[in-house]
């Protein structure tokens, strides 16, 4: 190999300076500009002595060079020999061309670096805040329910770390949140799985994180490396709650994300809260209404008072709080049988709508004997159940029916989806057929002879986006309700959709339940944000083993019309074994936002409720 020249060296040199950026082009401008002005002032001391002498000599002529270069205008003012116009507009010229290109290069340099700082690069200062790491339509359910949970709280920090502009996150916020109010939201443009942006969020100074699925192809995959990023970086590690969209890919992410991660199976809880609706009518929606903090939530308490109670003398132990479990050595009982022993380190789970409001009554009140009806539960034979559409949750749907359809129930899946034509095997109480059909045409529904059938679940179609599959999904919908009008049908209808402002467009169509599967998945992300202990409350009721909420006829429990208390509904259900939570109006169904719902009311208020009312119970199948 030849040696480098000289001219080479220096090139090479040159070249290396000038990828240092623009710190470096700055430089050498600058450079070349006080060379071109001292060239000039030194050639007219030489050449043009006069004109020197009249301007002050050295220090007038550094200056006017100055002048000339930085505002080339001033050379129509110069006014001497020949030569001396000619210093001067070349000075001009070499303004024109280098100290416009510094001032240029500064510019930009400038506005790049207020570029970084509008993007949102420097590093968090808050201490014990909330961060979100990813971006989903989630994020939205998901800051909507910790302002509210903060509402009360002073210096509520939410920090979110996404591969967004900043600005464009902050305004997606605002329209679709609005105002915080005490909490202050930070955002940061940064990647979750890259270890120097995660150091922006101060993440040994955070109270809890927050792992969003992201939208698009495998976002399981950005979930498991965002997990892996948390776990290898150095200092404390807060608790990590993270969405899973796909089931086969949870043992992965527990692998990943270690002991301080607490994963949501997104396409089981859907799938779930979806069969749940699908058997008793309103699940849903009591179930929306645990998950957001604007109604009941779900505390802990220890009452040292309660010890040596059994579960069902404590249940009307509080006024304006609901018992529904307990909690003892790190399980979970929901439920439980009523003569259970409240040991001294029990934890009581209730239902309150803020946890000041937990407080023992006076005195348990008293049921009223004369308004308890005896009856019991209706024994549910083989059904038929038709789902219309599909999509990859399907086949999670059909095992979970399979848990709880009796013996000799039929499934048919009435779809032109080509996943639909696959079976499903290890089915112990369902027989499944499958059925072409464009679920938009009303002949094709006709043909199905829905009457037959006691249950209805549309689903998505995931061939379609989020917005379109939602269109279809309605369309389905209006067919349906105008088919019951038309042909005198009954059958629960339940519906599963995505974008949560299609839920008042649907709400024409008097669907039984509709299910928002990100909106439920964004609510419990929150709920364990604030209390992760309560992934296994929730987790017991969206199993089909345990107990599970059920909206029951009121005429079961209670003489419909009498004047009664809650208590006197919580002592009915006690004997059946079951725990009362609230009840359902039936001239409310179609009041938003909680659709006659009604959960953890006062025990001694009086209230009636009619044929059409339910009673929402905590029960075994």
């Known amino acids: 190999m030849s040696r480098a020249t000289f001219r080479e060296r220096v090139r090479y040199w040159f070249d290396n300076t000038m990828s240092r950026g623009a710190v470096a082009l700055i430089g050498w401008l600058a450079l070349i500009s006080i060379g071109l002005i001292l060239l000039i002032t030194g050639l007219s001391l030489w050449l043009t002595p006069v004109e020197a002498a009249k301007n002050n000599g050295f220090p007038g002529m550094l200056w006017m060079s100055l002048m000339r270069t930085l505002s080339p205008g001033k050379v129509a003012s110069d006014s001497g020999s020949a030569l001396f116009i000619a210093l001067m507009f070349t000075a001009s010229l070499g303004g024109i061309f280098i100290v416009s290109a510094l001032v240029g290069v500064l510019s930009n340099g400038l506005k790049t670096k207020f570029e970084q ?27 909507d329910e910790l302002v509210q949970a903060h509402a009360s709280q002073h210096g509520s920090v939410i920090s ?40 922006l969020m101060n993440l040994d100074a955070a109270r809890s994180v927050v792992v969003l699925s992201p939208q698009g192809d495998d976002p399981d995959a950005h979930v498991i490396k965002t997990l892996l990023a948390l776990v290898k970086r150095s200092g404390d590690h807060p608790p990590v709650v993270a969405a899973i969209a796909s089931t086969a890919n ?40 645990l998950l957001n903090f604007s109604g009941g939530e779900i505390y802990m308490r220890s009452d040292p008072e309660l010890a040596g109670m059994t579960y069902g003398e404590a249940l009307p132990a509080y006024q304006t709080a609901t018992v529904i479990g307990l909690r003892r050595e790190d399980r979970t009982l929901l439920n ?3 003569d259970t022993v409240i040991a001294a380190d029990d934890q009581i789970i209730v239902i309150a709508q803020d946890d000041s409001m937990i407080h023992l009554a006076d005195g348990m009140p008293k049921a009223q004997e004369e308004s308890i009806v005896s009856s019991e539960p209706d024994r549910i034979g083989p059904e038929r159940t038709l789902v219309l559409n599909w999509n990859g949750r399907g086949h999670q749907i059909i095992h979970c029916l399979d848990g709880y359809a009796a013996p000799g129930s039929v499934l048919d899946i009435a779809s032109d989806h080509p996943g639909a034509s696959i079976g499903s095997e290890s089915l112990v ?13 009303r002949y094709a529904l ?70 928002i599967s990100d909106t439920v998945i964004g609510l419990l992300l929150a709920q364990l944000t604030e209390n992760r ?27 419909a019309g009498a004047p009664i208390s809650f208590a006197s509904v919580i ?7 079951e725990t009362a939570i609230g009840y359902r109006l039936a001239d409310r169904v179609n009041e938003a936002p909680h659709f006659g719902v009604v959960l953890n009311p006062d025990k001694s208020q009086p209230l009636r409720l009619g044929p059409g009312d339910s009673v929402i119970v905590l029960a075994e199948r």
């Open 446 to 515: 006709e043909a199905l002879g829905l009457g037959v059938y006691q249950h209805v679940i549309v689903l998505s179609d995931d061939r379609y986006s989020a917005t379109h599959a939602d269109t279809r999904t309605l369309m389905t919908l209006l067919q349906l309700r105008d088919m019951q009008t038309t042909l005198g049908e009954r059958y629960s209808i339940v519906s599963e959709m995505h974008d949560e402002n299609n839920r008042a467009l649907a709400e024409v169509t008097r669907a039984d339940d509709i299910v």
């Open 571 to 577: 002592e009915s259900a006690r004997r059946r074994g």
């Open 117 to 143: 700082l509008r993007k949102g690069r420097s590093r968090i200062l808050e201490t014990r805040h909330t961060v979100i790491l990813g971006w989903s339509d989630q994020i939205f359910t998901i800051i």
């Open 533 to 559: 202990h309560l992934i296994d409350v929730f987790g017991y009721l969206f199993d089909s083993r345990g107990s599970e909420i059920y909206p029951r006829p009121a005429g079961q429990y209670v003489r």
């Open 336 to 338: 439980p049988s009523m």
């Open 250 to 289: 949870m043992a992965a992410a527990r692998l990943a994300g270690g002991p301080d991660v607490h994963l949501v199976d997104s396409d089981d809880t859907a799938s779930r809260l979806i069969v749940q609706s699908s058997r008793q009518s309103g699940t849903s929606v009591v179930c929306m209404d």
């Open 429 to 441: 109480n369902l027989t499944v057929n499958v059925k072409e059909c464009d679920t938009t045409d």
């Open 160 to 199: 979110i770390l996404a591969d967004r502009d900043k600005l464009a996150m902050e305004d997606d916020i605002r329209e679709h949140v609005g105002e915080t109010g005490r909490t202050k939201l930070v955002c940061r443009t940064g990647r979750p799985t890259e270890p120097a942006d995660l150091d």
